[in-house]
């Protein structure tokens, strides 16, 4: 017997209404189906179990895996006046005793614990004689051989289930992409379950990727946190001593604090709270910070190196905005990134054959790991990563110092988790370095099955003049000449492979590769050429490649001249080279108003009827007409097709598309002033 779920919304939880998608998720759960819930961080994930729980009145058992993340939903229960236990390592024994007769008794109606509890002989059991009406496991995606790795424990999950069957299992994640997703459901057990993937579209948050060398980045980030606005600000650093440094760097413009697992808990807490209280405007961090924040004015939120996954890049600029307000997140990244990330995969994943010599010396007998080392003469540290990869595959049987051989079937699972590792990194790159919109890709990524994928409109592909870092510039006539050849070898060819395009457009590579891969980005940018992801199979891998594919027949040079191109300039091997200069915003010039009252209401009607036939052409704005030359138009006023023709920025081609729609906005605005 299940209560009225809009009651209990608004008499437990003081809620009138529910957020965007929780709706239908809470249904189902209450009808007792599976679900499966991925949905991004701070859109209400723990409502959707926390209310059908309630609505079938018995006990939810929740598993979660971060002590932190469940004390904070203890408390929050707590004080709706809800009963509720936690069991994890750092309560005292009484307390988790008294917490399983809570249990049994049926006193509680959330009980939460950490993995671990679920290997304790007997303890699944005790939850099976008296069972849940519905198991929450939380941070799914940690479950998933696809997905992040994590503690033994949590991927165990799924064979304790079936013991607390028939109550129904949600499975809840922030990121997951298809594959985990499946994964998920296979290694739960999840029967016939409900899928909500939904809700991964943040409309306020601008997303801006920024080459930058490591050299550079203190620079742009200490220009970019100067201004109040882009406080409170989250900043993503690669590691604990970069954290420290930053934070002190950034000490005479705001007030920084360093995060990372090496402080104390004590000072994790009392950092945390400052800047949860206002007292603190930047975190920098690791990715040690984060899991549960919910702050909700973050303006900006800056990584200063390449993230290692698409999934944790999301999950962390998902902190800045949630009050709805226009945020930003700003990536700064290079080519060096990537050979850091490539440094630190060969020490996370030891060569499989350390693995297999190690497997080869393991008997059934148990050996000490100290006798082991001595035999194979390997560097200690390569030696204790190996063995905790050979465990965690089921290669090696662990006890404390004492080592035996385990199963032989662990060499596949390390591999392919080995390439599963490899193609995040390739993720997160591909999304840095591809020409299409940021926010569009993130949905594709995650598969939202309720996105239009329609462009968002503010990022640094589809608003380029609103970027608070990278700058752009128009295109010189040597680039306008470059990107004219481009467009001629499409237009007699269609689509081409962008490696195939570049040998035909510059067979003798005077234009360095990356330099064409900025002038593909131009041309897609303005909407005159269009990239697409594509992959073909060789030797059983998926090798992935882009596709370019005209979609706007012959601009004109007036529209060649208008392309952006970032500011950067090229050295002679094709590296990337910054300018040293202030990094105004693009579009500062604009900011202000006209003068002219009649001449500013026609810059503002000009720009809604951009705005509109942008949304018909499914491209940004600035692609239909750029701010100056709205700007240009409104303070010439032209009357005539001549006169529109002598304004910057308007060729032939926008004459004849869009003249006689500009000049009746002009005249319409001219007489209203008149009269």
Same mark, same amino acid.
Request: net charge neutral; hydrophobic share 40%.
């Given at each position: 017997?299940?209560?009225?779920?809009?009651?209990?919304? &608004?008499?437990?939880?003081?809620?009138?209404?529910?957020?965007?998608?929780?709706?239908?998720?809470?249904?189902?759960?209450?009808?007792?189906?599976?679900?499966?819930?991925?949905?991004?961080?701070?859109?209400?994930?723990?409502?959707?179990? &926390?209310?059908?729980?309630? $609505?079938?009145?018995?006990?939810?058992?929740?598993?979660?895996?971060?002590?932190?993340?469940?004390?904070?939903?203890? *408390?929050? !229960?707590?004080?709706?006046?809800? $009963?509720?236990?936690?069991?994890?390592?750092?309560?005292?024994? /009484?307390?988790?005793?008294? *917490?399983?007769?809570?249990?049994?008794?049926?006193?509680?109606?959330?009980?939460?614990?950490? #993995?671990?509890?679920? +290997?304790?002989?007997?303890? #699944?059991?005790?939850?099976?004689?008296?069972?849940?009406?519905?198991? $929450?496991?939380?941070?799914?995606?940690?479950?998933?051989?696809?997905?992040?790795?994590?503690? #033994?424990?949590?991927?165990?999950?799924?064979?304790?289930?079936? @013991?607390?069957?028939?109550?129904?299992?949600?499975?809840?994640?922030?990121?997951?992409?298809? +594959?985990?997703?499946?994964?998920?459901?296979?290694?739960?057990?999840?029967?016939?379950?409900?899928?909500?993937? &939904?809700?991964?579209?943040?409309?306020?948050?601008?997303?801006?990727?920024?080459?930058?060398?490591?050299?550079?980045?203190?620079?742009?980030?200490?220009?970019?946190?100067?201004?109040?606005?882009?406080?409170?600000?989250?900043?993503?650093?690669?590691?604990?001593?970069?954290?420290?440094?930053?934070?002190?760097?950034?000490?005479?413009?705001?007030?920084?604090?360093?995060?990372?697992?090496?402080?104390?808990?004590?000072?994790?807490?009392?950092?945390?709270?400052?800047?949860?209280?206002?007292?603190?405007?930047?975190?920098?961090?690791?990715? $040690?910070?984060?899991?549960?924040?919910? %702050?909700?004015?973050?303006?900006?939120?800056?990584?200063?190196?390449?993230?290692?996954?698409?999934?944790?890049?999301?999950?962390?600029?998902?902190?800045?905005?949630?009050?709805?307000?226009? +945020?930003?997140?700003? /990536?700064?990244?290079?080519?060096?990134?990537?050979?850091?990330?490539?440094?630190?995969?060969?020490?996370?994943?030891?060569?499989?054959?350390?693995?297999?010599?190690?497997?080869?010396? /393991?008997?059934?007998?148990?050996?000490?790991?100290?006798?082991?080392?001595?035999?194979?003469?390997?560097?200690?540290?390569?030696?204790?990563?190996?063995?905790?990869? @050979?465990?965690?595959?089921?290669?090696?049987?662990?006890?404390?110092?004492?080592?035996?051989?385990?199963?032989?079937?662990?060499?596949?699972?390390?591999?392919?988790?080995?390439?599963?590792?490899?193609?995040?990194?390739?993720?997160?790159?591909?999304?840095?370095?591809?020409?299409?919109?940021?926010?569009?890709?993130?949905?594709?990524?995650?598969?939202?099955?309720?996105?239009?994928?329609?462009?968002?409109?503010?990022?640094?592909?589809?608003?380029?003049?609103?970027?608070?870092?990278?700058?752009?510039?128009?295109?010189?006539?040597?680039?306008?000449?470059?990107?004219?050849?481009?467009?001629?070898? /499409?237009?007699?060819?269609?689509?081409?492979?962008?490696? %195939?395009?570049?040998?035909?457009?510059?067979?003798?590579?005077?234009?360095?590769?990356?330099?064409?891969?900025?002038?593909?980005?131009?041309?897609?940018?303005?909407?005159?050429?269009?990239?697409?992801?594509?992959?073909?199979? %060789?030797?059983?891998?998926?090798?992935?490649?882009?596709?370019?594919? !005209?979609?706007?027949?012959?601009?004109?040079?007036?529209?060649?001249?208008?392309?952006?191109?970032?500011?950067?300039?090229?050295?002679?091997?094709? +590296?990337?080279?910054?300018?040293?200069?202030?990094?105004?915003?693009?579009?500062?010039?604009?900011?202000?108003?006209?003068?002219?009252?009649?001449?500013?209401?026609?810059?503002?009607?000009?720009?809604?009827?951009?705005?509109? %036939?942008?949304?018909?052409?499914?491209?940004?704005?600035?692609?239909?007409?750029?701010?100056?030359?709205?700007?240009?138009? *409104?303070?010439?006023?032209?009357?005539?097709?001549?006169?529109?023709?002598?304004?910057?920025?308007?060729?032939?081609?926008?004459?004849?598309?869009?003249?006689?729609?500009?000049?009746?906005?002009?005249?319409?605005?001219?007489?209203?002033?008149?009269?």
């Amino acid at each position: 017997m299940t209560q009225p779920l809009h009651d209990i919304l &608004q008499k437990t939880f003081g809620f009138q209404s529910f957020r965007p998608n929780q709706e239908p998720v809470c249904h189902a759960a209450a009808e007792g189906r599976d679900v499966l819930l991925v949905m991004p961080t701070g859109s209400g994930k723990s409502l959707c179990y &926390q209310l059908p729980g309630l $609505a079938r009145q018995g006990t939810t058992l929740v598993i979660s895996p971060l002590i932190a993340l469940m004390e904070d939903q203890v *408390a929050k !229960l707590e004080s709706l006046g809800l $009963a509720v236990a936690r069991i994890h390592s750092g309560r005292e024994r /009484l307390a988790s005793r008294q *917490a399983c007769f809570d249990y049994l008794e049926g006193k509680l109606q959330f009980l939460f614990i950490a #993995p671990e509890r679920l +290997s304790v002989t007997g303890f #699944p059991e005790m939850l099976a004689k008296r069972k849940p009406v519905l198991v $929450a496991v939380d941070e799914a995606h940690c479950i998933s051989q696809w997905g992040h790795d994590f503690r #033994p424990d949590y991927r165990m999950i799924g064979q304790y289930l079936p @013991l607390l069957r028939p109550a129904a299992v949600m499975a809840l994640t922030a990121t997951a992409t298809p +594959s985990v997703q499946g994964d998920i459901e296979r290694q739960l057990g999840l029967i016939k379950p409900a899928r909500f993937i &939904q809700g991964f579209r943040r409309e306020n948050i601008a997303v801006e990727v920024v080459e930058a060398a490591p050299s550079e980045r203190l620079e742009l980030l200490r220009e970019l946190i100067a201004d109040p606005k882009r406080r409170p600000a989250i900043i993503y650093a690669l590691n604990r001593k970069q954290t420290e440094s930053l934070a002190v760097d950034l000490s005479d413009l705001a007030k920084p604090a360093a995060y990372h697992a090496g402080l104390s808990t004590a000072l994790r807490s009392s950092v945390q709270d400052d800047f949860l209280a206002g007292k603190l405007d930047v975190m920098v961090a690791t990715i $040690a910070f984060g899991m549960g924040i919910d %702050k909700p004015d973050v303006r900006t939120v800056v990584h200063v190196a390449l993230p290692g996954s698409v999934e944790r890049y999301y999950q962390e600029i998902g902190r800045a905005g949630r009050d709805g307000a226009p +945020s930003r997140a700003i /990536l700064m990244q290079s080519y060096s990134d990537r050979r850091t990330h490539d440094f630190f995969f060969e020490q996370d994943y030891p060569d499989v054959a350390i693995l297999d010599e190690i497997f080869k010396r /393991l008997k059934e007998d148990p050996i000490s790991k100290e006798e082991l080392l001595e035999k194979l003469r390997l560097d200690v540290d390569v030696f204790e990563k190996a063995v905790d990869r @050979l465990w965690t595959y089921g290669g090696a049987l662990v006890e404390y110092d004492q080592i035996k051989r385990g199963s032989t079937r662990w060499r596949d699972g390390y591999l392919f988790q080995c390439d599963q590792k490899s193609a995040q990194i390739e993720a997160m790159i591909q999304l840095a370095q591809n020409h299409q919109c940021r926010m569009a890709m993130l949905v594709r990524h995650f598969g939202d099955l309720s996105d239009s994928r329609s462009p968002c409109g503010i990022c640094d592909y589809c608003a380029p003049l609103e970027c608070e870092v990278q700058r752009f510039r128009a295109a010189s006539v040597r680039e306008q000449n470059q990107l004219r050849r481009i467009v001629k070898t /499409l237009h007699s060819a269609g689509s081409r492979a962008t490696g %195939k395009l570049y040998a035909d457009v510059f067979p003798t590579q005077e234009v360095p590769r990356r330099t064409f891969e900025d002038l593909l980005g131009s041309l897609a940018r303005a909407g005159v050429v269009q990239l697409q992801d594509a992959s073909f199979e %060789k030797d059983g891998k998926e090798i992935p490649y882009r596709v370019a594919r !005209l979609v706007k027949s012959k601009p004109d040079d007036s529209e060649l001249a208008a392309i952006l191109m970032k500011e950067e300039v090229a050295t002679a091997d094709g +590296s990337r080279a910054r300018k040293k200069k202030e990094f105004p915003k693009a579009s500062a010039a604009l900011d202000t108003k006209l003068e002219d009252p009649a001449s500013q209401k026609i810059e503002d009607e000009l720009k809604a009827w951009r705005t509109a %036939k942008a949304k018909e052409r499914g491209v940004p704005p600035y692609c239909v007409l750029s701010n100056q030359t709205l700007r240009n138009v *409104a303070v010439a006023r032209p009357g005539a097709d001549q006169d529109l023709l002598a304004i910057p920025g308007i060729g032939p081609t926008i004459a004849r598309t869009y003249g006689t729609e500009i000049l009746q906005i002009v005249k319409n605005g001219s007489t209203s002033a008149d009269a």
